[in-house]
Nanobody
């Protein structure tokens, strides 16, 4: 089992920045790829970014490419999502997730463990 706890969400004006953190406990953190997903009100949960087990490979959804950066610190069992140039359409609950597919995946069903989510609200 892996337990995931997100933090760092909040209210920010458009153009601002936030850094989300996801602390993992339980089984060996570097056995997993990590992903960030988000869910806006009335919408399905969608992929945002993922990072492979070592941190050497990352992938982003097109809408955040160049604005968001995913990273991980395996010594601290933590994955991060640095979000810059935030837009109102980035408003959502953000979830981190862990996958046994160590290369990473954009598919929700490939992730076995999920955090409780953290709210990000971007005002215009």
């Amino acid at each position: 089992q892996v337990q995931l706890v997100e933090s760092g969400g909040g209210l920010v004006q458009a153009g601002g920045s936030l850094r989300l953190s996801c602390a993992a406990s339980g089984r060996t953190f570097n056995s997993y790829a990590m992903g960030w997903f988000r869910q806006a009100p009335g919408k399905e949960r969608e992929f945002v970014a993922c990072i492979n087990w070592s941190g050497a490979s990352t992938y982003y959804v097109y809408s955040v490419n160049g604005r968001f950066t995913i990273s991980r610190d395996n010594a601290k069992n933590t994955v991060y999502l640095q979000m810059n140039s935030l837009k109102p359409e980035d408003t959502a609950v953000y979830y981190c997730a862990a996958s046994d597919i160590v290369a990473g995946s954009i598919r929700l069903r490939d992730y076995d463990y999920w955090g409780q989510g953290t709210q990000v609200t971007v005002s215009s």
